[in-house]
C-alpha cells in the first residue's frame, strides 16, 4: 500500500480499525503516521462536539412566534388590500387623465379635427384654414371655430 | 404502534389546518420540532447567541412556504432542509470575516490536543481537555469551505446517515459520499499545513 491509499482509508475511516497492512505502513511512515494521529484528533474532537449541550429555546419561544406570524399575517393582508386599492386608484387617475387629454386634443368630429387640434395647440388656423377639409368644399366656407368666438 | 400511527395523523391534521392559515397550530410543530431545529442551527453555526434568531427565522420561512409542503418526505426532513439552507446562506454571508484561529491557540494547548491524538480512543478526558479539543475543532471545522462544514456537521454532530444527508441536501447517496470523502480528506490537509507552519 502507497501513502496515496492509506490516506484515503484513513479520511475515510477516521479513527476506525485499518488493516495489518495499513498500520505496518503506517508505523514505518512518519508522513502517514502524521495523518492517522490527525484523523483521530478529529474523530475525537467531533464526538465532544456532538457531545456539547444544545442551547435549549427560551421559555415561550412558540407562543411568540405564533404571535409575530399572526401579527405578520394581519400586516400582510392589510398590506395587500392597500396595495391593491392604491394601484387601482393610480390607474383610474391615469385612465382619466388620458381621456382629458384626449378630449381636449380631438374635437368631436370629422371636418373640423385639424383646425380644432391647431387651434388648441395654439398654431395658426389660417394655415390650416387654407386647407379643404372636405373634399370639394370651399377653402373660405370655413368649418374652423375658435373657442371663445362665434362662428361669423 | 398505534400511538405512533395517531400521532402522525395528528401532525397531518396540524399541517392542514396551517395550510389554511392557521397560525395556532402551527405552534404545536414548533414546539414538537423546536429542539431538532435548534440543534442543526447551533452545530451548523456555532454561535450560542444567534441560535434562536435563526430557529425564528427558520420557522417563519417554514409558516411562509407550508402550502408548498406536499407530504412527499416527512415534514422533519422538510423542516431540516429549510434550516440547513438557511444556515448555508447565513453562513456564505458572516465567512466574509473569516480569520485564521490557529494562531489564538496557545502553543502549551495545542501540544496537549496533539497529545490526546495519540491515543487511539481519547477516553477519560477531563472537562477541560474536551473544551480544548471541542474549541480546536470546533475552528477546524469554522476554517473549512461552508459546504464542507455543512456535509461533516451533518454527518458527524448530527449523525444523519448518507442517505439522509442525500435528501436533505437533495443530492445523491453516491454525491454525499464523494463529498464527505473529500471533506474529510480537506480537513486532514488542513490540519497537516497548520502543523508543518508551527513547527
Request: net charge negative.
Amino acid at each position: 500500500m502507497d501513502c496515496k491509499e492509506i490516506r484515503d482509508l484513513v479520511s475515510d475511516l477516521g479513527a476506525g480499525e485499518l488493516s495489518p497492512e495499513a498500520r505496518e505502513h503506517v508505523s514505518k511512515c512518519a508522513g502517514c503516521g502524521g495523518v492517522l494521529r490527525g484523523a483521530r484528533l478529529v474523530q475525537a474532537g467531533f464526538r465532544a462536539l456532538a457531545e456539547e449541550a444544545v442551547p435549549e429555546a427560551s421559555f415561550g419561544f412558540a407562543a411568540r412566534l405564533v404571535r409575530r406570524l399572526e401579527e405578520w399575517e394581519e400586516k400582510g393582508a392589510r398590506s395587500e388590500f392597500f396595495e391593491t386599492v392604491g394601484r387601482r386608484f393610480v390607474y383610474a387617475t391615469l385612465a382619466l387623465t388620458l381621456a382629458l387629454l384626449l378630449s381636449l386634443v380631438l374635437p368631436t368630429s370629422g371636418p373640423v379635427r385639424g383646425v380644432g387640434g391647431a387651434d388648441f395647440l395654439g398654431l395658426q388656423a389660417d394655415s390650416q384654414s387654407s386647407q379643404p377639409d372636405v373634399i370639394g368644399a370651399d377653402p373660405g366656407d370655413s368649418h374652423d371655430w375658435i373657442p371663445g368666438r362665434l362662428p361669423d | 404502534m398505534a400511538r405512533l400511527e395517531s400521532e402522525v395523523i395528528r401532525e397531518i391534521e396540524c399541517i392542514q389546518r396551517v395550510q389554511q392559515g392557521d397560525a395556532e397550530a402551527f405552534g404545536h410543530l414548533v414546539e414538537r420540532y423546536q429542539q431538532r431545529i435548534f440543534s442543526i442551527v447551533f452545530h451548523l453555526v456555532r454561535r450560542r447567541d444567534e441560535v434562536e434568531d435563526l430557529a425564528q427565522e427558520v420557522f417563519f420561512k417554514a409558516f411562509r412556504a407550508i402550502r408548498s409542503y406536499n407530504f412527499q418526505s416527512s415534514f422533519a426532513t422538510w423542516l431540516s432542509r429549510i434550516a440547513v439552507n438557511h444556515c448555508y446562506d447565513y453562513l456564505r454571508k458572516v465567512r466574509a470575516s473569516r480569520i485564521s484561529y490557529y494562531s489564538e491557540m496557545a502553543e502549551e494547548s495545542a501540544r496537549e490536543v496533539e497529545r490526546k491524538a495519540e491515543s487511539p480512543q481519547p477516553q477519560g478526558l477531563d472537562h477541560g481537555e474536551k473544551v480544548t479539543l471541542r474549541d480546536f475543532v470546533g475552528k477546524l471545522l469554522a476554517r473549512a469551505p461552508v459546504g464542507d462544514r455543512m456535509i461533516l456537521t451533518l454527518k458527524e454532530l448530527e449523525d444523519y446517515s448518507v442517505e439522509e444527508i442525500a435528501d436533505l441536501l437533495n443530492l445523491k447517496a453516491s454525491t454525499v459520499k464523494v463529498r464527505l470523502h473529500r471533506a474529510r480528506k480537506r480537513m486532514l490537509e488542513d490540519l497537516e499545513r497548520w502543523r508543518q507552519e508551527g513547527e
